[in-house]
């Protein structure tokens, strides 16, 4: 279990507006301009910015020295919300507090309709080199079930508007929504493929409960979403995205050799990664403290930590104006979290779960019987789930856990 | 406190009346008793509240032992002090034995009924027990002072069933005490004096029987003939036991011990039994020394009709289920266990019950006083079934039935009598007629009331004859019933596959034209309980080799996170932890993970097969019958 460290170190900027919420939108967003306590859109970046610096000293504090970033991801929310100049802006703090590795990865989400060519621009100009559209899908009928307001003609022209300016693109496709047939899926496919991106993931539609879309469902009034008709779905999209070129690397996203999001891949090998914004997640894979604030006793056990900030902006801001690291709670992940953790995140992936990583807790009899059951293939000793092992990730990470006596 | 002249073991039996009081549930049989003890002045008034109160609680500590089964009460009636004995009776269809050794104790029976509500089935058996017992009945009606109460009504419909006057049946409220005093006056009137000879060898019948954790068994007799002396070695006349005395006396209301217990008095012993199939009701204590020669008639074994497996949810809990039988056994000589073993639940025992509330009751017990997580299995009566071979068995679980051809099936029938308002006849008809019962007459005890008169066979009673009654009639109907014989019938034993292996747990024996329905509603909970997996999983019902139904659970096709970010981590990994928690609740039948929760619904009884689909299977599966 002992890992080379430090590891890659990784940013996540939260961005938590957008111009109205989706009705199966589960993620912390408002659609306030200006929750007060200095929330407010306009001030956003500069808020970020001093989050950054307080989170930066309380590294410094505990024993955790970070090196230059090799990837910063803008995510939302709606991050091109923002003016471009505040993307920019956050963007050159974040070089200034730790550094950014030359040729790292720099992307943002972007909602089809708050981006033009000039947008664009100004971000390559500041350093991005991604973008991630929220397509969805191609089918009017199905963005109507799904509440999205673009137009699939401004993907189009997002698309074009960041190859133009030289910067590498990918679009999120929606399957499973109420009403969507195979046919409607298969057109959101093609159509994504033929927008020449070399990116594409496609997710299931989760539904929660508290969802506009989920208290539809509740009531009765639009289907549940239907696991095999998302099987389906998930298979359909697999053969066409690979007979295009584009590989599987996780369960929901698929790209060209060599364009495979950096950033993302992070989290699936559980590097480092500072969040920062209402409600982002942070992680540390070796922390010297047992307090988040630093209070209390120093250890040297290498346990991991885990903080998320105080999700509304307002008291996260105001948590900032006192100078207090916005975090809403924390904790430390024991050894066997670790391991859970990384068998969960590995089996995600197409390199595959790194079977030295789990340090010799693993009965293999009990692994080898998920090989003839077409759920895994065993390759250099690493583990990678196959298509019925993707979607039956569940039930594998379980046989895993078994396997470790977790 | 009054001071009393009679004294235990001197008191003239010309001075007492035993009496008990017969009452539904509800009916407010606590209420007035406790309105008679308050008013024989044995209980002041200011302290009845807290003493009803502390005796809950008491209660509550120590199970239902220390309830006031037989207490002895002064009455001055006519410048006369009477010794009223009133003796508390089980009030359920399952202790039909232990009320009539309770009635045998007794010269004279209070009929209390609500009068809100009217007789109730069970109760109308009682009575009839206590009139068959040759008992002095005097009926009261109770709750007068509430504003839904039709006391006339009632009274006409009571004086119909015991043959006395309207204005004959006493009219009291246990919450006011109104009428409570003219009771009192009317049983020493009425009751009868005990009749036993006094200097005969000393014979008491045992009418209850109770552990009490402190004081260990404690028997509640009534002296017939002769007198009982503390210090006299006593012998049980039916199972042969010697004890020692260690305690003779009276309840009047607390535990007083006296010298001698005399002929016709009711009272207590306590002796070094260790349980109470030591000291069994309805069996004679007579005095070691001076014994009598023939034991008071009557007594016999209570008889298991029930039976049902019941198996730990965690299997490790095992040792501590057997403890918890052990010591509901010391208070229930009726309830018989042995170890079993099932294939799907693992260890547990097969439980012997007088019927399904005294089943009912047990598991009650086990779950709120022991706190054990319990699967309990479909209850089954017991079979004597011939195989073609000529060999004979004894079956009391399906897992005992004879596998290959059966030349004869005998099963055990009772006599149902049902009690409803006359809308519902037609309702009760076709729910005894669905369960194999043969209408025998039927009665109206009022305008608007009937009783009927049903043989059905016990195995029907047992499944869910009870819960549809109730549903079919809204709650209305009350049932009775008491063993009635046996007959042979056309049984047959169906299994449960899944994935072609049997569950023993999901076994059944039915009738063959029940047969079919069973298959079909069990495959079809079945599908419904249990998750999908990895792979098809068939689940089939058979008769020996032949297949009657089948469903299938199709494969998981899909059981994945789509998204998983740097803020999705920790709530999957506590989402699989929570997982992994449930799977641990899962039984493994073969490669199928079953949740217990499948068993336990599975196991349960109720719906009626009403949907198409279910009743297009059973027609189905009837006809490739042919």
Redesign the interface.
Same mark, same amino acid.
């Given at each position: 279990m002992e890992r080379g460290y430090p590891l890659e170190y990784e940013i996540?900027i939260h961005v938590p507006f957008c111009m109205r919420r989706c009705g199966y939108c589960d993620f912390n967003t408002y659609t306030a301009v200006d929750l007060g306590g200095g929330a407010s859109r306009g001030n956003y970046a500069n808020m970020v910015i001093r989050e950054m610096r307080l989170v930066h000293d309380w590294q410094q504090a505990h024993g955790i020295d970070e090196p230059p970033a090799s990837t910063v991801f803008f995510g939302g929310g709606t991050p091109t919300i923002l003016k471009a100049a505040d993307l920019v802006a956050v963007l050159d703090a974040i070089r200034e507090t730790w550094g950014i590795v030359d040729g790292a990865e720099i992307t943002t989400e972007a909602n089809p309709d708050t981006v033009d060519a000039d947008y664009v621009r100004e971000l390559a100009d500041g350093g991005f080199n991604r973008i991630s559209f929220g397509m969805q899908s191609a089918v009017p009928s199905v963005l109507r079930t799904l509440d999205r307001t673009h137009t699939p003609a401004n993907v189009v022209a997002g698309v074009e508007a960041a190859n133009a300016a030289g910067m590498r693109s990918s679009v999120d496709l929606i399957y499973g929504a109420p009403g969507e047939s195979l046919d409607d899926w298969r057109t959101s496919v093609k159509t994504a493929i033929d927008l020449g991106v070399n990116h594409i993931s496609a997710?299931?539609l989760?539904i929660a409960p508290h969802t506009k879309m989920g208290r539809r469902i509740a009531a009765g009034t639009l289907s549940t979403p239907d !696991? !095999?008709d998302?099987?389906s779905k998930?298979e359909i999209a697999d053969d066409l995205l690979g007979a295009a070129g584009l590989e599987w690397y996780e369960?929901?996203n698929w790209a060209r050799p060599g364009y495979e999001s950096r950033h993302?891949l992070g989290?699936?090998r559980n590097v480092d990664?500072a969040?920062l914004g209402p409600?982002?997640?942070s992680?540390y894979n070796r922390c010297s403290v047992d307090s988040p604030e630093g209070v209390g006793e120093r250890t040297t056990t290498p346990l991991g930590l &885990?903080s998320?900030d105080i999700a509304h902006p307002r008291l996260w801001g105001r948590s900032i104006d006192g100078g207090k690291v916005p975090w809403a709670g924390s904790?430390r992940i024991s050894r066997e979290?670790n391991l859970?953790?990384t068998i969960?995140?590995g089996l &995600?992936i197409r390199e595959g779960l790194d079977l030295s990583r789990l340090g010799g807790a693993v009965d293999m009899a009990r692994i080898r019987p998920m090989e003839d059951?077409g *759920?895994i293939e065993i390759r250099d000793g690493r583990v990678i789930p196959t298509r019925t092992g /993707? $979607?039956?990730? !569940? %039930?594998v990470?379980?046989r895993f856990?078994d396997a470790c006596s $977790? | 406190m009054v001071v009393q002249h009679n004294q235990p073991g001197s008191t003239d039996q010309s001075l007492i009346r035993n009496f008990c009081i017969i009452a539904h549930i509800d009916h407010g049989k606590s209420t007035v008793a406790d309105r008679i003890l308050q008013l024989s002045g044995i209980v002041p008034e200011r302290e009845m509240r807290d003493r009803f109160l502390d005796r809950m609680d008491i209660e509550q500590e120590r199970g239902i032992t220390i309830k006031s089964q037989a207490v002895r009460v002064p009455w001055t009636f006519d410048g006369t002090e009477y010794t009223l004995g009133m003796i508390d009776t089980p009030g359920h269809v399952d202790f039909t034995y232990e009320v009539s050794r309770a009635l045998a104790a007794c010269e004279g029976a209070v009929l209390l009924v609500d009068a809100t509500q009217g007789i109730e089935a069970q109760t109308l058996s009682n009575l009839y027990m206590a009139i068959d017992h040759d008992l002095t009945i005097i009926p009261v009606l109770n709750k007068i002072d509430l504003p839904s109460a039709e006391p006339d009504k009632h009274a006409e419909e009571i004086a119909g069933l015991i043959g006395c006057e309207p204005s004959d049946v006493l009219r009291v409220s246990g919450k006011t005490g109104e009428g409570v005093a003219d009771l009192l006056d009317q049983i020493v009137m009425d009751v009868p004096a005990p009749k036993g000879d006094p200097e005969a060898p000393a014979r008491a019948l045992i009418f209850d029987s109770v552990y009490d954790s402190y004081r260990g068994i404690v028997t509640y007799i009534r002296m017939v003939d002769g007198e009982l002396r503390s210090r006299e070695k006593l012998h049980m006349m039916g199972i042969g036991m010697t004890h020692d005395p260690i305690e003779i006396g009276v309840i009047s209301p607390d535990m007083t011990p006296t010298k001698a217990l005399g002929a016709g008095e009711v009272g207590y012993v306590i002796t070094g039994a260790k349980d109470v199939s030591q000291s069994k009701v309805g069996d004679t204590v007579t005095s070691a020394l001076k014994p009598a020669t023939e034991p008071l008639p009557g007594y016999r074994d209570p008889k298991p009709m029930v039976y049902a497996g019941l198996f730990p949810i965690d299997n490790a809990q095992f040792p501590e289920l057997r403890e918890a039988l052990d010591k509901l056994k010391l208070n229930d000589a009726a309830l018989v266990y042995t170890p079993e073993t099932s294939v799907a639940l693992g260890f547990g025992f097969r439980c012997g019950f007088l019927g399904l509330l005294h089943m009912e009751i047990v598991s009650e017990r086990l779950s709120r006083e022991f706190n054990l997580d319990l699967i309990q299995t479909a209850p089954n009566v017991t079979y004597e079934v011939t195989a073609e071979d000529g060999s004979e068995h004894h079956v009391t679980n399906p897992s005992e039935f004879p596998d290959g051809k059966i030349k004869k099936i005998v099963e055990p029938m009772v006599a149902a009598d049902i009690i409803a308002p006359k809308e519902f006849i037609g309702a009760v008809m076709d729910l005894c007629q669905d369960h194999r019962g043969q209408m025998g007459t039927m009665e109206y005890i009022s305008t608007d009331r009937v009783e009927m008169h049903y043989r059905i066979p016990l195995a029907e009673i047992v499944f869910d004859f009870f819960d549809q009654l109730k549903s079919r009639t809204k709650g209305y109907a009350s049932l009775d019933y008491h063993e009635d014989g046996e007959q042979s019938a056309d049984l047959v034993k169906v299994d449960i596959l899944i994935q072609g292996e049997k569950v023993d747990a999901f076994s059944a024996i039915v009738h063959r034209d029940k047969a079919y329905s069973y298959g079909v509603m069990m495959t079809k909970k079945l599908r419904e309980l249990i998750p999908r997996q990895?792979f098809e999983i068939p689940i089939q019902a058979a008769i020996g080799s032949r297949i009657i139904a089948r469903e299938n659970i199709?494969a *998981? /096709?899909? !059981?994945?996170?789509? #998204?998983?970010?740097?803020?999705d981590? %920790?709530r #999957? &990994?506590k989402l699989?932890?929570k997982? #992994?928690a449930g #799977?641990k609740r899962m039984k493994m039948l073969g490669h199928v993970e079953v949740p217990q929760e499948a068993f336990i619904a599975a196991l349960s009884t109720g719906e009626d097969a009403t949907d198409r689909d279910t009743k297009d299977k059973i027609r189905a599966a009837q006809k490739t019958e042919g």
């Open positions: 996540y997710y299931a989760a !696991d !095999d998302e099987a998930y369960i929901s993302n989290y699936w990664w969040g409600g982002a997640h992680h &885990r998320w904790e979290e859970e953790e969960m995140l &995600r059951e *759920l /993707r $979607l039956l990730n !569940d %039930t990470i379980e856990f $977790l | 990895q199709r *998981l /096709r899909k !059981d994945v996170l789509a #998204k998983c970010y740097g803020g981590i %920790t #999957k &990994r699989l932890e997982q #992994k #799977k």
